[in-house]
């Protein structure tokens, strides 16, 4: 059984490997962050929460917002439309930001490189990116259970300020005609998805969510259809840490999806949801401190589903 003092001993492990990481440079708030942080939060399916270290402190969901994006664009658009005609499921082995492979192949290859998730962006209804942001903030409340999940003004302005790489992305996109509607609209509900603060706790709550078909644990609610939490948990696995999805199969051996603020939500189907938050990231952009708990407690209990 997993207990608090494996748990605190996970996390004194990850602490080891922060020295050897760096905050997102490439956005000028995420870059005054403390790395030092360090916490993760466990939630079972019976709704019991476990927790150590940095798991109240909030920071920005980034990519991890991805997951909520595609949950609301799939029952938006229908998953057939969705992976037939906009973005694929196969992994890139590029950086999360490659421009790369745009020009070989027109549709992006998966939903969670920011080329896809910007394609999936402007997919989700709403007249423009006030509305959308709206429905996904409403979402992202309800499924983390956390009515107080805000913006974080600061983070969203110098996302928004800096993020030509992501403009680039969707002008290529339009181009082809894979992206739909306004392209600035869809850029600036991007931002701000990006930068909704969230805790270790909060995305614990979502992964949960996700390892138990969809359904709250406490309140037995279905909050996603068990079919998208199917795929969700699937396009983890494959291409949630990016360019490290296959050493993260290899050595941890679960669904997760890790952002560049330092989470990763992690989800054990018929098990528990993990919440990790650690700023300092590898060269690929993914928690250092953050896998390395998750490696602590995959082997400790076994959690490895291979
Ligand atoms: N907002 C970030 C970006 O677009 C998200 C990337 C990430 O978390 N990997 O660059």
Redo the contacts with the bound molecule.
Sequence with gaps: MLTQECLQDAVKYGECFIKFGKTAE??PELARVNKYHLGACIVGLDGTVMEYGDTRTPFTI??ISKLASLILAISDRGADYLFHDKVGVEPTGDP??SIIKLETKTKPFNPFI?AGAITVASCIDGKDSDEKFERFLQFIRKVCGNEEIALNEAVYLS?KST?D??RALAYYLKASGILEGNVEECLDF??KM?SVNVTAVDIAQMSAVLANHGACPSTGEVLIEPESAKAIRALMLTCGM?DGSGEFAMTVGFPAK????GGIAAALVDRMGIGVFGPALDEK?NSIGGIKILEYLSKKMDFNLF
């Design positions: 490439y956005i980034q990519s999360f930001n920011n996302e993020g790489r992501n991007y931002f990006c990016y890790s952002g560049v603020g952009g």
